[in-house]
């Protein structure tokens, strides 16, 4: 769960970083006259992490219990169409706004340090944000460690231990070679320094790399946990966002949730646990709800609610390939073909959307145009009485013309979905006949080849031999084949090539308005530049508690 907080009386200005995977996250603005302005709202964005859109109520589940979701649902406004921020996903497209007094904590994604451990170029207090408290970095599997914690702890202080003594005893050997107090042969000092090395690698290999250099807390620029304490993380992170609604419910404030739910792997505290049908993943969607109900209960407690754009989405679709076991760990995405990391197929990029400003968007609405989550950005500014910048092409659209029932058709004609920086896919919302059609120039393979899923590779790659390029590309009418069962026949289908054509001119002309970056996510600065990953104790022996007060170095 991360969390992002702002405060009134912001001075906007425009940047010019990019941010290709969250975009829309870079939201804290406030100008200088919603301070003064007290009809401006506050605002609370919470954003699940992997959560299908058939995994709650409101969007047709009935074995999951959502009761605070869909409440949300029922207040406001739920989009059917609403599509994830990954729909263009490109180096040069960010809008990266900032202001005075943002404050974020929570998941930032994003990266840190550029040269060197404790440059935070990347970092969100670098970026707007003036308090951040999460992860820097991504929650994985290898975060949780095994299933028993006292055991893993037990390993961790072992391996330590032996790593302490190698060090001493080479150390020893090499001060009394070096000082002549007693005879010993250079090639044991070596044998010892290298098994030492082995077994410091042997160590990091199953515990170190990911864990002690990825899992890791974060409060403004210092580490408190590394490795995070996963345990209370769910409770630390609540009681850090209800604390910020507390101390600013008589000022204009941005709060943004980031939750860790509900992606692997699953952490659910013990009162949730065997509750649901579903098993570990029902469990964890159910108390992501709770929380859900927690902050909109804190908005209504402290009279706010009227005073409070609400917005709940998730990032994507449901992971079908996580598993642990027989046991599914991944959502369900209904009618919607493919999952997370699949491109262009909808059941990875159409995910849950509901937005509530009790007094102000009718309750009860359903949207069935057209909406991404990138219209979020143009949304907040609108509302915060902001600009968004004009020296460059803005993807979202604002949302309060819709919401408002001003209008009741979207803006939006194309979006182009990518798979990192390949473009997959291009879906195009055909204005004269509201047709919504899609083409893929690429789609992944599946393993098993009928699976749906590449659970073979345990994630879909977006290039290479693990994708197939389609040339025409296949075309489905998702206005009647939602579920994008049955590809348009190109010698048949009296409108393909029209269709194919515009869609083709469009993805001409989208290229133009791109800028090439260089590629941070490269193997190169993923693994040949481990001096950059942040540290607490000394690198790369990285450990420590701060909520206990505990720092292990070196000796």
Request: glycine share 10%.
């Amino acid at each position: 769960m991360y969390l992002f907080h702002t405060r009134g009386n912001h001075e906007v200005y425009q940047g010019k970083q990019w941010n290709c995977l969250n975009t829309w996250l870079i939201l804290c603005l406030f100008p200088r006259t919603c301070v003064s302005n007290p009809s401006k709202p506050n605002f609370l964005l919470i954003l699940a992490d992997d959560l299908g859109i058939g995994d709650v109520g409101c969007y047709g589940n009935d074995t999951i219990r959502t009761p605070n979701i869909d409440g949300l649902a029922k207040d406001g406004v739920r989009l059917t169409q609403h599509i994830a921020a990954a729909a263009v996903c490109t180096p040069s497209r960010a809008a990266f706004l900032t202001g005075r007094y943002p404050i974020r904590s929570g998941k930032w994604h994003m990266g840190v340090n550029c040269k060197s451990r404790h440059d935070h170029c990347h970092h969100p207090l670098n970026h707007g944000f003036d308090y951040f408290y999460g992860m820097p970095f991504t929650l994985l599997n290898e975060c949780q460690g095994t299933d028993d914690p006292e055991l893993a702890k037990s390993l961790q202080d072992t391996y330590w231990l032996y790593t302490q003594v190698i060090i001493l005893a080479t150390l020893t050997l090499l001060i009394g070679k070096l000082t002549n107090l007693f005879s010993i042969k250079w090639k044991i000092i070596i044998c010892l320094a290298i098994c030492g090395l082995l077994y410091f690698i042997s160590w990091f290999s199953s515990y170190g790399f990911t864990k002690y250099w990825n899992c890791i807390l974060m409060r403004n620029h210092g580490i408190t946990e590394q490795p995070m304490n996963l345990e209370k993380t769910t409770s630390n992170m609540l009681k850090e966002a209800v604390s910020f609604i507390e101390r600013n419910k008589h000022r204009p404030f941005l709060l943004f949730v980031s939750l860790l739910h509900v992606h692997t792997p699953l952490i659910t505290t013990e009162k949730f646990q065997g509750r649901s049908r579903h098993g570990l993943y029902g469990d964890n969607v159910e108390e992501m709800d709770w929380m859900v109900g927690r902050l909109l209960d804190v908005i209504d407690k402290e009279g706010l609610k009227n005073n409070t754009f609400v917005y709940f989405a998730s990032d994507h679709g449901g992971s079908l390939e996580a598993h642990r076991g027989n046991a599914q760990l991944g959502g369900w995405n209904g009618i919607y073909k493919g999952g997370k990391g699949m491109g262009g197929w909808e059941g990875g990029i159409r995910v849950p959307g509901v937005v509530r400003w009790s007094g102000t968007l009718p309750a009860g609405t359903v949207i069935n145009e057209l909406t991404s989550l990138m219209d979020v950005f143009p949304t907040v500014v609108h509302l915060a009485g902001g600009a968004v910048p004009q020296d460059r092409a803005i993807d979202g659209c604002t949302l309060l013309p819709l919401l408002q029932g001003t209008v009741q058709h979207s803006e939006h004609e194309f979006m182009f979905h990518y798979c990192g920086v390949f473009l997959h896919a291009v879906r195009w919302h055909q204005k004269d006949s509201g047709t919504v059609w899609k083409a893929h120039y690429a789609t992944p393979v599946f393993q098993p080849e009928a699976s749906g899923a590449c659970f073979g590779r345990g994630i879909c790659p977006c290039f290479g031999d693990g994708v197939t390029h389609h040339d025409p590309p296949l075309l489905f009418n998702l206005s009647q084949d939602p579920s994008e069962a049955n590809p348009l026949p190109a010698d048949t289908e009296p409108l393909f090539d029209t269709v194919t054509r515009r869609i083709g001119k469009a993805v001409e002309e989208h290229r133009k308005t791109l800028t090439p970056v260089p590629q941070q996510l490269s193997p190169y600065n993923n693994i040949w530049k481990p001096w950059l990953q942040p540290c607490c104790g000394t690198f790369p022996f990285c450990w420590c508690d701060e909520e206990n007060n505990k720092v292990h170095g070196m000796l």
